[in-house]
């Protein structure tokens, strides 16, 4: 079953949860493509967006962080009050991509725990790390 518009309906509200897509992963890529749009959205020149809003991790380029008080660090763009994306229009590919799903598992997470504590606040510290496994 889809919305009006013949999209699968979503089972998360984006606004009622604290941003843990802009939390919890230590890398959001960002292509040419979005730090064109970056500059634009700021008026700067492309390379002004590169150094000031990216850096390089091994090889790949990735949006910068900042110190966050509810997740430790976050997108250097996340509202720390509102927990909303400050650059939602300009946002990277990947952040206007996920999730792919119906379904969010941290919207999902949230809501459970919320149910278990009995508490509309809690909000579950999730951390993703990604590490080899050597075989």
């Known amino acids: 079953m889809g919305d009006r518009n013949g999209k699968p309906k979503s089972f998360y ?3 009622d949860c604290p941003a843990f897509c802009c939390s919890v ?11 064109r749009r970056l ?3 700021f008026g700067i020149t492309e390379e002004a967006a590169t ?22 660090v976050a997108c250097k763009f996340i509202n720390p009050e509102t927990r909303g994306c400050t650059i ?4 990277p590919a990947v952040c206007r991509e996920f999730p792919i799903t119906k379904r969010c598992a941290y ?9 278990q504590q009995d508490d509309p606040n809690t909000i579950p510290v999730v951390k993703i790390t990604f590490k080899e496994i050597k075989k």
């Open 25 to 35: 992963y230590d890398r959001v890529q960002v292509t040419p493509r979005d730090i």
């Open 107 to 115: 919207y999902d997470l949230m809501k459970f725990e919320r149910e």
């Open 13 to 15: 509200d984006c606004t």
């Open 51 to 72: 150094a000031r809003f990216t850096k390089m991790y091994a090889k790949e380029r990735v949006l910068r962080r900042k110190r966050d008080e509810l997740f430790g």
């Open 39 to 41: 500059a634009k959205h």
């Open 88 to 91: 939602y229009h300009a946002r």
